[in-house]
């Protein structure tokens, strides 16, 4: 079982990316192909190579304007070979060498598994936040459990799972997207798991550095609705999320920008629409995350 590694880059953290490749060069029985995709960048030149005796490549790709996470993230599998996908963000890096192994031993063995959702650890303080626990029960980040979404940038995928249902929504550029693929791969019968022994690591930062954080956060989560799920199910989760999204943020800048997006969600093309069975919900219900929070 062949293992690819899909490392997305704006060409602006060049330490820290050659320690992201190096990371996946280096691991024990992997043999892995790593695929540098430059973001409407070119690759800055990498300082780590193939360990000599390895089978384990790196191959460029440079996207001709930056495209956003999703449809760089596809380019980067559309370049790969192997059974099994690592996305790995460049400003992270494996914990230990024995990642690789431990995927693929996983990949061969459950057949019905498409995502394992990797720990993500901060390497100075040791700690994990909330957020990069993928389910509502997060106290724990050393308990695994299914789950019913995923860290896009500290994951691994099957492939031919990943294709099956399209891939990541390009049209998303940033946000949710990985919940997307997620709900897409519960309704045709896959299995995702936060498995809390593969650990990356990866600098404490907050997702509102992002200057259009709220705004396409809000405007993905109805357009992650709008193609998933039953419309009595769209109602209950965008109501629920406007809820708390009006308990959490108090800032005017922050719910001004939330509500823009949330207007631009219902007003512009969400993509192909495809409800999700009442089937998949039950079990999205029974796995203690129903789609409507």
């Known amino acids: 079982m062949k293992i690819s590694c899909v490392i997305l880059t704006m060409g602006?953290?060049?330490?820290?990316?050659?320690?992201?490749?190096?990371?996946?060069?280096?691991?024990?029985?992997?043999?892995?192909?790593?695929?540098?995709v430059g973001n409407g960048v070119?690759?800055?030149?990498?300082?780590?190579?193939?360990?000599?005796?390895s089978s384990a490549t790196v191959k460029t790709v440079r996207l001709a304007h930056n495209v956003g996470i999703p449809e760089g993230r596809n380019r980067g599998v559309q370049e790969c070979s192997g059974d099994v996908v690592l996305f790995l963000d460049d400003d992270g890096w494996y914990a230990n060498d024995k990642v690789a192994a431990h995927v693929r031993e996983r990949f061969a063995a459950e057949p019905d598994l498409a995502v394992i959702s990797f720990r993500v650890m901060d390497p100075d303080a040791g700690v994990v936040q909330r957020r990069h626990v993928p389910r509502l029960r997060a106290g724990d980040p050393e308990r695994s459990s299914p789950v019913t979404t995923f860290l896009g940038g500290a994951c691994a995928i099957r492939r031919s799972a990943f294709l099956q249902v399209g891939g990541l929504p390009e049209k998303f550029f940033y946000a949710h997207e990985e919940t997307d693929l997620a709900w897409r791969l519960l309704g045709e019968g896959y299995r995702i798991e936060y498995d809390a022994e593969t650990v990356m690591f990866h600098p404490l930062v907050l997702p509102t550095r992002h200057a259009d954080f709220y705004r396409l956060n809000a405007r993905?989560?109805?357009?992650?609705?709008?193609r998933n799920l039953p419309w009595p199910l769209v109602l209950l989760y965008l109501g629920n999320w406007m809820l708390l999204t009006l308990l959490r943020d108090r800032s005017p800048f922050a719910l001004r920008a939330w509500f823009r997006g949330f207007a631009e969600g219902w007003r512009e093309p969400a993509g192909e629409r495809r409800p999700m069975a009442w089937r998949t919900a039950w079990r999205m219900l029974m796995l203690g995350r129903p789609p409507i929070v």
């Open 42 to 53: 070119e690759v800055p030149p990498l300082s780590v190579e193939p360990q000599p005796g």
């Open 220 to 226: 993905n989560r109805v357009w992650l609705a709008r």
């Open 12 to 36: 602006n953290r060049i330490p820290e990316l050659d320690r992201a490749v190096e990371s996946a060069l280096t691991q024990v029985d992997g043999d892995i192909e790593v695929v540098v």
